[in-house]
């Protein structure tokens, strides 16, 4: 089983639809993180939360917001979805020895 | 400005063949430098991690370099396979204490041909 799962896995919707994605992590880190991906501008960081209590912005966390639901668990939400929304967008841990990153499988959105 | 910058942007071998990708950072203060590996649409896969003392770490075909002087670290690839057609990149952890900040390289896109 993965240990960062994504849901939806794709997902097309409208203009001014709320959107939820949601993330869910088995490996017990306290660190989680959303990110989106462009073409031919990498990952950007959106949210990132280091426990229950602690949410912290990135660098482009205009139109999004995030919950921290569990220490397993981490939702990013598009209250407005606008098309320049469109992206891939991962959910990520980070923890253990070498304090890596673990990434979800990504989901990819579409907002028309 | 803490900036990471990977080149080639794109590069196309030859199954069997090796190659060299790049890595530059103005990271500071440094405090490890890491290689991913994404394939096409999935979430990146951790390949190497350095700290500062380190100047070599290899994970089977794969090795790089770190050259904390220079700020300079790469990334080879040993007898290229059709899988290793991807994109890989540079993210390079800075020291400031529990906030460590993680700044990512946009990528060099390998492609392995037949």
């Known amino acids: 089983d993965a240990d960062v799962t994504q849901t939806p896995r794709n997902r097309i919707t409208k203009t001014g639809k709320r959107i939820m994605l949601e993330c869910s992590q088995t490996?017990?880190?306290?660190?989680m993180y959303w990110y989106r991906q462009d073409p031919g501008l990498g990952l950007r960081l959106i949210y990132y939360?280091?426990?229950?209590?602690?949410?912290n912005k990135g660098e482009i966390s205009d139109g999004y917001s995030v919950s921290r639901q569990a220490q397993a668990k981490f939702s990013l939400s598009l209250e407005s979805a606008i098309p320049n929304q469109t992206a891939l967008y991962f959910c990520?841990?980070?923890?253990?020895?070498?304090?890596?990153?673990?990434f979800g499988p990504g989901t990819r959105l579409t907002v028309l | 400005k803490n900036q990471v910058e990977q080149s080639p942007q794109s590069l196309i071998i030859l199954e069997g063949k090796n190659c060299t990708l790049q890595?530059?950072?103005?990271?500071?203060?440094?405090?490890?430098l890491r290689w991913y590996k994404q394939d096409t649409g999935r979430g990146p896969v951790s390949l190497t991690i350095?700290?500062?003392s380190e100047n070599t770490k290899s994970n089977g075909r794969y090795t790089a370099t770190l050259d904390a002087d220079t700020k300079q670290s790469s990334l080879h690839i040993t007898a290229s396979q059709l899988s290793d057609s991807a994109s890989y990149i540079c993210?390079?952890?800075?020291?400031?204490?529990?906030?460590?900040?993680?700044?990512w390289g946009l990528g060099t896109s390998l492609g392995v041909n037949p």
């Open positions: 939360s280091f426990d229950v209590k602690d949410i």
């Open positions: 490996k017990g880190h306290d660190r």
């Open positions: 993210v390079v952890s800075d020291n400031a204490g529990n906030n460590r900040k993680l700044i």
């Open positions: 350095m700290t500062f």
């Open positions: 990520a841990t980070r923890g253990g020895s070498t304090d890596t990153q673990y």
């Open positions: 890595c530059n950072y103005t990271v500071s203060p440094f405090s490890n």
